[in-house]
């Protein structure tokens, strides 16, 4: 039993990390600005 209400709040806290991920692409506040000549990954 305790298994699976543990099981039960990872899921709930991974369900609640990708629903913020996706409103946030949404509304445009991804990590990548579209910009690549500003983009500290490429140098």
Known sequence: ???LVVGA???LIVV???RNI???KKS???S???DCSHC???H
């Open 22 to 24: 996706v409103k946030d």
């Open 40 to 42: 500290r990954g490429c």
């Open 32 to 34: 990548c600005g579209g």
């Open 9 to 11: 709040i990872l899921l």
């Open 1 to 3: 039993m305790g298994t």
């Open 28 to 30: 445009g506040k991804s």
């Open 16 to 18: 609640l990390i990708v």
